[in-house]
Every structure is written in structure tokens, then in C-alpha cells.
């Protein structure tokens, strides 16, 4: 009996360091809006990662993918920032409570209200963005928020 007891406290111990480990392979310490780069077939592609102050490896966040509206859209990675919910986060930085995405639509050329549509290049992209911001950041998968304009 206290053979199996000594065993179960082993497991439980390296199942919490896997899951610590995993957390933190992209926590580098840094905070606030960190600028990143998505790697596909198609090249590369900018993004922003707002990561808040109090962000712990241990303890899942939410997160929430940020759509942006059509005067957004581009390369630079960064017009995403410049309203909506990009501006609400930068005026609450010191205390915003989640880990916010804001991958950009790049058709430029497309029909406005269509930037987002499911299917198109731009759509699977920023799902694929928030798997691997869900893979470098502890989050919550019961805490997954999608908003925009």
C-alpha cells in the first residue's frame, strides 16, 4: 500500500511539471503587447499578443481573439491596436485581466464586410494564430472569447 501511494505522488508530481513546462516554452517574462510572427505556406504575417501584467504560467487566463473592421486591415501587424478593443486594452494596460490576439486581415482588395468570412485565407489564419498563441500562453479553453467589429 505505501509503495503505491510513494508511485501516485510521483505521477501527480511530473504531470504538474509537464504541464508547467509546456507553459512556459513561450513565456519569456515579457508583458504587454508583444509583437509576433505567424509561419505558413504563404509567408510570414504579423500579429500582436497583448500577454497582461499579471500573467502566471500556472494559473490559466481567458483569451480573446480581436477581429478588427476593414480600416484595420494590412501587413504591419499593428493597425489592429489603433481602436476598438486595442485601444480599451492600451487605456487598461496595468490591470486588463486576459490575453488578447489581434491577428490582421492582409485582403485589402476584397469586399469590406468579407475580410473575416469562415473559409477565406485571412479566417483560418487567425484560428491558426489563436491555437498557437494557446499553445505558448497557460489559457483556458472554457474562457475563449471572440469579439470585433
Not at 489581434?102 to 468570412?117: A, D, I, K, S
Request: aromatic letters at 10%; a positive charge; one cysteine or more.
Amino acid at each position: 500500500m505505501c509503495g503505491q501511494s510513494v508511485r501516485w505522488g510521483w505521477l501527480v508530481v511530473l504531470g504538474f511539471a509537464v504541464v508547467i513546462g509546456r507553459a512556459n516554452a513561450a513565456d519569456d517574462g515579457k508583458r504587454g503587447f508583444i509583437e509576433k510572427v505567424f509561419k505558413d505556406d504563404a509567408g510570414e504575417h504579423k500579429y500582436v499578443v497583448f500577454v497582461p501584467q499579471n500573467y502566471s504560467p500556472i494559473k490559466s487566463s481567458p483569451v480573446i481573439l480581436f477581429l478588427h473592421g476593414a480600416g484595420e486591415r494590412g501587413t504591419d501587424g499593428r493597425a489592429p491596436l489603433n481602436i476598438g478593443l486595442g485601444a480599451l486594452v492600451k487605456a487598461r494596460e496595468a490591470n486588463f485581466p486576459a490575453i488578447v490576439v489581434f491577428p490582421q486581415c492582409e485582403n485589402t482588395r476584397g469586399r469590406v464586410l468579407h475580410g473575416w468570412t469562415s473559409g477565406t485565407e485571412d479566417a483560418d489564419r487567425a484560428l491558426k494564430i489563436l491555437e498557437q498563441v494557446e499553445q505558448d500562453y497557460r489559457t483556458d479553453p472554457k474562457r475563449r472569447i471572440l469579439t470585433g467589429w
